[in-house]
């Protein structure tokens, strides 16, 4: 192996940074969602939103939960009501769910 390349090699072979990963219809059938992550998704979630409640990783998602709702309250979308707390998120949280909504937040 030539000196030059030694550091693509060396390059290649550290960790990725990033794993991003499609499963829906790509790593997995497409069933996986609703069958599987979204009741165990819905099990957890409360307990999880309670248990995170003072992480500021889930204090700015809670904050863009309720900026997007607010959003579709002003846009006169149909909607879940507005929510202030905890229950409420987890309450809009399940509705997207069931909706299949995609939500940034």
Same mark, same amino acid.
């Given at each position: 192996m030539?000196? %030059?390349a030694a550091p693509l090699l060396e390059q290649s072979a550290s960790r990725p940074q990033v794993y991003l990963l499609d499963v829906e219809g790509t790593t997995s059938p497409i069933s996986l969602i609703s069958e599987q992550l979204f009741p165990y998704a819905r099990r957890h &979630?409360?307990?999880y939103l309670y248990e995170h409640a003072g992480d500021p990783d889930t204090n700015a998602d809670f %904050? &863009? &939960?309720l900026g997007e709702n607010r %959003?579709?309250?002003a846009n006169e979308v149909p909607r879940f009501a507005s929510f202030g707390d905890l229950d409420g998120a987890c309450d809009y949280l399940?509705?997207?769910m069931d909706r299949d909504r995609k939500s940034t937040a």
């Amino acid at each position: 192996m030539s000196d %030059a390349a030694a550091p693509l090699l060396e390059q290649s072979a550290s960790r990725p940074q990033v794993y991003l990963l499609d499963v829906e219809g790509t790593t997995s059938p497409i069933s996986l969602i609703s069958e599987q992550l979204f009741p165990y998704a819905r099990r957890h &979630l409360r307990t999880y939103l309670y248990e995170h409640a003072g992480d500021p990783d889930t204090n700015a998602d809670f %904050a &863009l &939960l309720l900026g997007e709702n607010r %959003a579709e309250l002003a846009n006169e979308v149909p909607r879940f009501a507005s929510f202030g707390d905890l229950d409420g998120a987890c309450d809009y949280l399940l509705w997207l769910m069931d909706r299949d909504r995609k939500s940034t937040a």
